[in-house]
């Protein structure tokens, strides 16, 4: 499974929406329903499953899922 499709997947499990319908437009808060709770929970999970640290002043600049992609693939890199 490729990064983006896992990174989906997880996105998956804090909203209604699947990981196949989601775009790279859509927003964590507006779209996705995400609270800061759900924000953050989920960024914990992304530290533990791709091995990435993410720093506050980053993570508060993501909005989209585009975003969320870019920064990881970033910190992979």
């Known amino acids: 499974m490729n990064r983006a499709a896992e990174f989906k997947k997880i996105v998956a499990q804090y ?3 699947t ?3 989601m775009t790279e437009e859509m927003r964590f808060r507006e ?3 995400f609270s800061s709770l759900d ?3 989920l960024l914990g999970e992304l530290e533990d499953t791709f091995d990435v640290e993410l720093e506050q002043e ?3 600049q993501v909005r989209t899922i585009g975003d969320a ?3 990881l ?3 992979a890199a």
């Open 15 to 17: 909203c209604s929406v």
């Open 19 to 21: 990981a196949e319908d």
């Open 31 to 33: 779209d996705l329903g």
């Open 58 to 60: 980053n993570a508060v």
């Open 39 to 41: 924000f953050m929970s």
């Open 69 to 71: 992609l870019n920064m």
């Open 73 to 75: 693939e970033e910190l």
